[in-house]
């Protein structure tokens, strides 16, 4: 059950979504406050998971008149080291291209932006808090179990880290 609750602070128009969800007998709420205009930042590595927080950014820029900005982090252990990057922009390419075809159906504002980096969570946190952004929707998981084992997962340090609201799409 999802609640809509209007009003005007200050001047600003902002609304307070409610998601209402029951787990084991037991009542989840969780609230999210954006603004008009709100900027919101997707963490996307075309994981079936990225893509439903692609969906909630997009529900959520069309509701508040917002741009998505979709960040593409490719993991590389190698950064800085010599080595054929080919393959690999070519699947980051592709990944965008997949996205970019729902943003343009969607008809939201949107920007698309990829950067390698062994440290992925850094790249996503520090974009959000350089540009700005009201909020940053990602995937529960994108990576194998035994790799998010080993390097930890990358939504929980978003979440654990952010200054802003996260989405975790699961």
Known sequence: ????????????????????????NRAFYRCLVLKEGAKILVAYDGSEYSEKALQEAIDI???F?????LLHVYWDPNIGKFEETEIRDQLTL???????????ASNVAYELRSERSDDAPHVILSTAIR???NCIAIGSRGMGGAKAWLLGSVSSRVVAESHCPVIVAK
Not at 1 to 24: A, C, D, H, P, W
Not at 65 to 69: D, R
Not at 94 to 104: F, G, N, P, R, Y
């Open 65 to 69: 008149g917002g741009s998505v900005t």
């Open 61 to 63: 820029a069309k509701k």
């Open 94 to 104: 592709q990944i965008m291209a997949e996205a970019e075809k729902k943003l343009v």
């Open 1 to 24: 059950m999802q609640v809509g609750l209007t009003s005007v602070l200050k001047g600003i128009n902002r609304e307070l979504i409610i998601n209402f969800k029951q787990y084991n």
């Open 131 to 133: 540009d700005d952004f």
